[in-house]
């Protein structure tokens, strides 16, 4: 009840001080009524005019005046006017312009022990201190009276042009702000490598190089198979290129590049900057590192080649290593076919020294069969014998036929006849040992069909050695040809020439890459930093 009373009169008095005044303070108009005569006021009237017209010349703001005016209302004060509201504000040591809590606005009256100006209860309770924020109008008329030319609309219009500076004096301390993190996180790292580009790095020299691994053309046969389709394109040597890129990609290319031509030696010393350079005693790993930066290779399988570029201090060192690094090329390429090569050679050469060695022994045979019977040919052995067999049994039939044209008498002279007999007899006791001979083995010797027999078994042994011989021969030989076929050829393209001007380093490009580079990270952490921001404070 005590509040709703107190919030009546407080309503009152506003209206009271608000019917009193015009809004235009002591301003006077050319067609007003003159003045009534003036009253004497007391001294303590006197001060407070004075006191309030020192107040109308600070230039307060509207928002400032209804300020101290809520905050009179909120101490119980009566005022008459916002000024005066400042001025009893004031007089209480009270700041009416300090933003502090509610809770601090609560203040008791001295003259009436704890109660307001009107005699009711200081508001110590939450629920008065609890009060509703206040809702601010669109416009509200400005209540200063101390520069009575000045309208609304240009108060509006100044205020304006105070908020649009302020926003620019923002705009242009965000722009300051970005420039310097721009300058500090890009600018500065691009300055630093454009510097070490431009000025600290060493000149490096490259040798280009271009070869391609080749084989011999396959064979009529080969040709022919399934795998001749892809004999003469380039995907027939592709498994060969990537094995001899792999080889001069590895340590062990680069330990021999460095003990045959002083790898490490070429970029150790004060001539090479300090990143590149390799410490006196660099390690195998440190080595690499570089050796992988300063020997590039690439695989064209569209073209079969392989390209190598290799860099250097000086171009006679990038020459002399590129050269060096092609002969192992070559070894290696030697080495991969190497084993197949002499797998196949050894197969076929010991064939035929084996069937080489077997002829050997057939024709031995032979020979001491002939030495043995003493025949040289079985065959001729047995035309002689059939020659004199022959001869023998044409000469019998004439004895016979003699016998015959004696027997024929009647008394056949004894003198003829015997001697005649015995002839007959003699010729075919010839006859008979001769077709023993060839036929039977007699206590002389074996018989011509023995001695036939293992002639012919051995000449036929040294035939088919001969015939197995000649195979191993034809096999040899075409493992050869498929040996030769086998052999991987290393045709230099492009040769390494010394360069006599540096290709590295390329300065503006690098600088340019690394001015891309800390953009590009600069962008990603601050859309990162804003994405978070907007994502904490929503």
Same mark, same amino acid.
């Given at each position: 009840?005590?509040?709703?009373?107190?919030?009546?009169?407080?309503?009152?008095?506003?209206?009271?001080?608000?019917?009193?005044?015009?809004?235009?303070?002591?301003?006077?108009?050319?067609?007003?009524?003159?003045?009534?005569?003036?009253?004497?006021?007391?001294?303590?009237?006197?001060?407070?005019?004075?006191?309030?017209?020192?107040?109308?010349?600070?230039?307060?703001?509207?928002?400032?005046?209804?300020?101290?005016?809520?905050? +009179? $209302?909120?101490?119980?004060?009566? =005022?008459?006017?916002?000024?005066?509201?400042?001025?009893? !504000? #004031? /007089? %209480?040591? &009270?700041?009416?312009?300090?933003?502090?809590?509610?809770?601090?606005?609560?203040?008791?009256?001295?003259?009436?022990?704890?109660?307001?100006?009107?005699?009711?209860?200081?508001?110590?309770?939450?629920?008065?201190?609890?009060?509703?924020?206040?809702?601010?109008? +669109? $416009?509200?008329?400005?209540?200063? =009276?101390?520069?009575?030319?000045?309208?609304?609309?240009? !108060? #509006? /219009? %100044?205020? &304006?042009?105070?908020?649009?500076?302020?926003?620019?004096?923002?705009?242009?301390?965000?722009?300051?702000?970005?420039?310097?993190?721009?300058?500090?996180?890009?600018?500065?790292?691009?300055?630093?490598?454009?510097?070490?580009?431009?000025?600290?790095?060493?000149?490096?020299?490259?040798?280009?190089?271009?070869?391609?691994?080749?084989?011999?053309?396959?064979?009529?046969?080969? /040709?022919?198979?399934?795998?001749?389709?892809?004999?003469?394109?380039?995907?027939?040597?592709?498994?060969?290129?990537?094995?001899?890129?792999?080889?001069?990609?590895?340590?062990?290319?680069?330990?021999?590049?460095?003990?045959?031509?002083?790898?490490?030696?070429?970029?150790?010393?004060?001539?090479?900057?300090?990143?590149?350079?390799?410490?006196?005693?660099?390690?195998?790993?440190?080595?690499?590192?570089?050796?992988?930066?300063?020997?590039?290779?690439?695989?064209?399988?569209?073209?079969?080649?392989?390209?190598?570029?290799?860099?250097?201090?000086?171009?006679?060192?990038?020459?002399?290593?590129?050269?060096?690094?092609?002969?192992?090329?070559?070894?290696?390429?030697?080495?991969?076919?190497?084993?197949?090569?002499?797998?196949?050679?050894?197969?076929?050469?010991?064939?035929?020294?084996?069937?080489?060695?077997?002829?050997?022994?057939?024709?031995?045979?032979?020979?001491?069969?002939?030495?043995?019977?003493?025949?040289?040919?079985?065959?001729?052995?047995?035309?002689?014998?059939?020659?004199?067999?022959?001869?023998?049994?044409?000469?019998?039939?004439?004895?016979?036929?003699?016998?015959?044209?004696?027997?024929?008498?009647?008394?056949?002279?004894?003198?003829?006849?015997?001697?005649?007999?015995?002839?007959?007899?003699?010729?075919?006791?010839?006859?008979?040992?001769?077709?023993?001979?060839?036929?039977?083995?007699?206590?002389?010797?074996?018989?011509?069909?023995?001695?036939?027999?293992?002639?012919?078994?051995?000449?036929?042994?040294?035939?088919?050695?001969?015939?197995?011989?000649?195979?191993?021969?034809?096999?040899?030989?075409?493992?050869?040809?498929?040996?030769?076929?086998?052999?991987?050829?290393?045709?230099?393209?492009?040769?390494?020439?010394?360069?006599?001007?540096?290709?590295?380093?390329?300065?503006?490009?690098?600088?340019?890459?690394?001015?891309?580079?800390?953009?590009?990270?600069?962008?990603?952490?601050?859309?990162?930093?804003?994405?978070?921001?907007?994502?904490?404070?929503?």
């Amino acid at each position: 009840m005590a509040d709703g009373a107190r919030r009546a009169r407080l309503a009152r008095q506003d209206v009271d001080e608000d019917d009193d005044d015009d809004g235009f303070g002591d301003q006077r108009f050319p067609t007003a009524a003159p003045h009534a005569p003036d009253t004497v006021l007391a001294p303590r009237e006197v001060a407070s005019e004075t006191a309030i017209d020192s107040i109308r010349r600070e230039g307060l703001t509207g928002r400032q005046l209804r300020m101290a005016r809520r905050m +009179a $209302q909120r101490n119980g004060m009566a =005022v008459t006017s916002d000024f005066d509201a400042v001025r009893q !504000l #004031r /007089a %209480r040591g &009270i700041d009416p312009f300090q933003r502090s809590s509610i809770l601090e606005l609560v203040v008791a009256d001295d003259g009436d022990g704890g109660q307001g100006g009107a005699g009711l209860p200081a508001r110590t309770d939450l629920g008065a201190q609890r009060l509703p924020a206040t809702i601010k109008p +669109a $416009q509200v008329p400005s209540t200063e =009276v101390n520069a009575p030319a000045e309208t609304p609309e240009r !108060l #509006r /219009a %100044r205020d &304006i042009m105070r908020i649009q500076r302020d926003i620019a004096r923002r705009r242009r301390r965000r722009m300051v702000l970005m420039g310097a993190r721009l300058a500090f996180f890009v600018g500065l790292p691009t300055f630093l490598a454009g510097f070490y580009f431009y000025k600290v790095a060493t000149p490096l020299y490259a040798s280009y190089s271009a070869f391609v691994i080749q084989k011999a053309e396959p064979g009529a046969a080969a /040709a022919g198979q399934l795998g001749g389709l892809v004999a003469g394109t380039t995907f027939a040597n592709s498994q060969d290129s990537i094995n001899v890129q792999q080889y001069l990609q590895s340590r062990d290319a680069m330990n021999r590049l460095d003990k045959d031509n002083g790898f490490k030696q070429a970029f150790e010393g004060p001539k090479i900057d300090p990143i590149l350079r390799l410490p006196s005693h660099a390690t195998n790993e440190e080595t690499y590192d570089l050796y992988q930066r300063m020997v590039k290779i690439g695989y064209d399988p569209t073209e079969g080649s392989i390209k190598m570029e290799v860099i250097a201090p000086t171009g006679q060192e990038a020459a002399g290593f590129s050269r060096a690094l092609i002969s192992y090329a070559e070894q290696q390429v030697d080495h991969m076919t190497q084993r197949i090569r002499e797998d196949q050679m050894t197969g076929a050469r010991q064939s035929y020294e084996g069937a080489e060695k077997k002829l050997a022994a057939a024709q031995e045979k032979v020979v001491n069969l002939q030495q043995k019977f003493k025949v040289l040919s079985s065959t001729i052995e047995e035309t002689l014998l059939t020659n004199q067999i022959t001869a023998l049994d044409s000469q019998l039939n004439q004895a016979k036929l003699t016998m015959q044209e004696l027997m024929s008498n009647p008394n056949p002279p004894q003198a003829r006849v015997q001697p005649l007999q015995r002839r007959i007899d003699n010729i075919e006791a010839r006859i008979r040992t001769l077709r023993n001979r060839m036929t039977q083995n007699t206590s002389q010797g074996v018989s011509l069909a023995t001695v036939q027999s293992d002639l012919l078994s051995a000449q036929a042994d040294v035939q088919t050695r001969q015939m197995m011989l000649s195979q191993a021969l034809q096999s040899l030989e075409t493992a050869r040809a498929e040996a030769n076929r086998q052999v991987r050829y290393l045709s230099l393209s492009v040769s390494p020439v010394a360069a006599d001007h540096p290709t590295y380093p390329r300065a503006f490009e690098n600088t340019l890459v690394a001015f891309l580079i800390f953009a590009g990270l600069y962008l990603m952490v601050s859309m990162t930093v804003s994405i978070l921001r907007e994502q904490v404070s929503g």
